[in-house]
């Protein structure tokens, strides 16, 4: 039981690990800066139309 | 009547329709609830509903041309009347053999009572995980927004504008599902589309006499898609809570969400795939391992019906449908040899017997039969008229070309960026996501941060686990959804391929309930990427000033051309003026004449269908004009300084020097005019 429960831990890890890496590796490509950008502006424009309505 | 009392009348008929077709297909399933799962019977009454639907539109628009909206109210709600009647009957012999009345009330009662018991329990699941409450609750937000936008916006993508709406167009003004003359490459592609979700979005056409909800239809197929991955989590033996996450997270893939508000086929395609898998996995080899499963199996043809109508629905959704059908095919062949040979080894000689015929037997009547009988249609039509049944590609064996198409391989050749790349690289430059925005039909990202961080380690962890262990169950439904995957032509198009994300939310579910303890960390992550694609997955063709503008316009105003959605307005810029005017003057009864090959023909029609489109075309003014007569045309679409420009304005410099003629200058009577288009009034 215990040697399963260490062999669940060390493949955890690892998964963990890798999730990491592969979060790393997406979000570090150079598109991610502009595409935020893109969404920032959305959201931006989403907030104004918000505090005109509530102008209103 | 009142305008405001048809509209009233038409959304009844809707209701009704759909409440009566749904829940007596729910009721007729109850029945087999030792068999079916809760979710398994929602999803099996969505299959049966639509099969119905499917079918009744083919009997009325294909034998008896007359697909309009009250015969097909009135064959729906029959047929859901025997079904009900059949069910309750049944269920009254089978539960309470006497003659007691009040049993069909307590059938439905119990009905009520396990639909409320079961979303209280599912409900109280989510409530106590505060990561799954606060990913349901951005999964809800969504399905709000959405259907909001649904509600707000027409039908703006390209596909929907180019031949999905045009096909049911042309279906609800004739009421006849046939094809049309061939004048254009576009009046090709809607002939030769297998219509099955085409169908789908008629229905939600035709009683409300308005395309007002016909881009939530997809919306549907993404619920349902959810429940299917829960279904299918359930029976790979995942905890349940952990079966709400792989199904959650599910949505959360940026190309369902924005395609969801689309009249594309792609989720639908993907969604119906998974049912089909998820109504096979009853059916394991470990079963056979002893006998008596054997004989349980004889009862489960329900099962195999289920599965054969999906994949009958999926063949006739897409040209692609029959490389779906052949994998599925290939995957019950496989599996039923294997149990052969498993039970060869226990059973007595009466069981093999069983096996070796009944059990083809039943594949063959309640799967290949429905298989062919939803989705054959299509492909018979088309090698009936073109001499192929998929038409616009040639079908090739070994090299060996054996149906003619207009093109050779594929249609849609991959964009240059990632062209000259291998497959592998292909699909890693597509799942990394290097674009600037996501878009419903992206060819260079959609499937977000989940799948490539969470989902696809997941499948190869679950993957290295379940090779030690015989986990027959998820080697069945990934093995086919890998094979299918590899062999897709164009798999690095993630809407192609929606249901590889199905396979990556089973393997993250799986590694969950695996790692259990330790789950904190990846719940969290799982939130994170969530909330990341719930703020990211926003469209550039829908700004929030087009919202706000778009609220503040009335119903009959909200357009296409109002929209003017980024990807589409360079080319279609021109069209704005002619698309408004058609949809504020032209009224059911109207038929309308075009001379050139329209860039969307979907605009030409009011956002009720109730109008007529034709296309004429003619060498001569004559003759043209013998033909609008005849086709009783009341308003012309031209081209300004095209032929028929100057044929109709030589006509009126004529008529104009003879005085006495006057009463004849309003033949063609210009009504709207631009740089680029006229549209006349036609007087016969």
């Known amino acids: 039981m215990k040697k399963e429960e260490r062999r669940k831990d060390i493949v955890f890890i690892l998964y963990i690990l890798t999730v990491l890496i592969l979060a790393v590796i997406y979000f570090s490509v150079p598109e991610r800066t502009l595409f935020l950008e893109n969404q920032m502006k959305w959201w931006g424009e989403f907030w104004e139309v918000i505090k005109n309505f509530i102008r209103i | 009547m009142s305008s405001m009392d048809i509209s009233s009348l038409n959304l009844a008929m809707y209701i009704s329709v759909n409440l009566f077709l749904f829940s007596s297909w729910y009721i007729c399933l109850y ?101 799954l409450f606060s990913i349901f609750s951005l999964f809800f937000i969504s399905i709000c927004w959405l259907i909001f936008l649904s509600y707000l916006f027409p039908s703006y993508t390209w596909d929907s504008l180019w031949y999905h709406l045009p096909s049911i167009g042309y279906i609800l003004q004739s009421g006849a599902i046939q094809d049309t003359p061939l004048y254009s490459f576009i009046d090709m592609v809607i002939n030769v589309l297998p219509k099955n979700i085409d169908l789908f979005f008629l229905w939600n056409t035709i009683f409300l006499k308005s395309d007002i909800i016909v881009d939530l239809s997809q919306l549907v197929f993404t619920i349902i898609g959810i429940l299917t991955i829960y279904s299918l989590a359930l029976k790979l033996k995942i905890q349940e809570k952990y079966a709400i996450y792989s199904s959650l997270l599910f949505f959360f893939t940026p190309v369902i969400i924005q395609q969801s508000t689309t009249n594309y086929v792609d989720i639908a395609v993907s969604v119906i795939f998974l049912i089909a898998i998820n109504f096979m996995m009853y059916d394991f080899p470990e079963d056979y391992a002893g006998s008596f499963k054997a004989i349980e199996m004889k009862d489960k043809k329900i099962l195999i019906l289920l599965s054969g109508l999906s994949s009958g629905i999926l063949l006739g959704s897409k040209a692609s449908g029959p490389l779906f059908v052949v994998v599925l095919s290939g995957a019950i062949l496989i599996r039923e040899l294997i149990k052969h040979f498993n039970s060869a080894k226990i059973t007595s000689s009466k069981h093999k017997e069983y096996f070796l015929k009944d059990r083809f037997l039943h594949y063959l009547i309640y799967f290949f039969v429905p298989v062919l009988f939803m989705g054959g249609y299509w492909y018979i039509k088309n090698w009936v008229l073109y001499n192929n049944p998929i038409y616009n590609t040639d079908i090739t064996l070994f090299n060996i070309t054996i149906f003619k198409g207009v093109f050779k391989g594929i249609i849609d050749p991959a964009p240059e960026v990632i062209n000259n790349l291998s497959s592998l690289k292909r699909l890693l430059y597509v799942w990394l996501e290097r674009v600037e925005y996501y878009l419903y039909d992206s060819r260079l990202s959609g499937f977000g941060p989940i799948w490539f961080i969470l989902f696809l380690p997941g499948i190869l962890f679950y993957y290295i686990y379940v090779l030690k262990r015989e986990k027959h169950g998820f080697l069945f439904a990934s093995g086919i959804l890998i094979i299918l995957f590899l062999i897709y032509p164009s798999n690095w198009n993630t809407r192609y391929v929606i249901y590889i994300v199905g396979l990556g939310a089973l393997s993250f579910g799986l590694l969950l309930d695996y790692f259990h303890k330790r789950e904190k960390a990846l719940k969290i992550v799982a939130l994170i990427l969530a909330l990341y694609t719930f703020l990211t997955a926003n469209s550039p063709a829908i700004m929030p000033g087009k919202i706000r503008e778009f609220i503040l316009l009335s119903p009959g105003e909200r357009t296409v051309a109002r929209l003017a959605p980024f990807n589409i307005d360079i080319h279609a810029r021109q069209e704005y003026g002619y698309w408004i005017w058609i949809s504020n003057n032209i009224s059911e009864g109207d038929t309308l004449a075009f001379t050139f090959e329209p860039l969307f023909l979907s ?22 004009s013998k033909e609008l007569k005849m086709n009783n045309v009341t308003h012309v679409l031209i081209r300004t300084n095209s032929v028929e420009d100057g044929w109709i304005k030589n006509e009126k410099r004529l008529l104009s020097s003879l005085w006495w003629t006057g009463a004849l200058r309003e033949k063609f009577k210009v009504i709207y005019a631009d740089e680029n288009y006229k549209i006349m009034r036609f007087g016969q």
């Open chain 2, 31 to 131: 029945r087999k609830k030792n068999y079916l799962s809760f979710a398994d019977r929602l999803i099996g009454a969505f299959i049966l509903g639509l099969s119905q639907i499917i079918i009744t539109e083919m009997l009325l628009g294909v034998l008896f041309k007359k697909l309009f909206a009250v015969p097909l109210f009135l064959v729906n709600i029959s047929i859901s009347l025997v079904v009900l009647a059949l069910a309750i009957t049944l269920c009254r012999h089978e539960t309470c053999p006497g003659k007691n009345k009040n049993s069909s009330l307590y059938y439905l009662e119990d009905i009520f009572c396990e639909i409320k018991d079961e979303t209280i329990r599912i409900f109280s699941i989510i409530r106590k995980d505060l990561v």
């Open chain 2, 603 to 624: 605009p030409l029609w009011n956002r009720g269908f109730s109008n007529k489109i034709v296309y004429i075309r003619s060498d001569a003014y004559k003759e043209w």
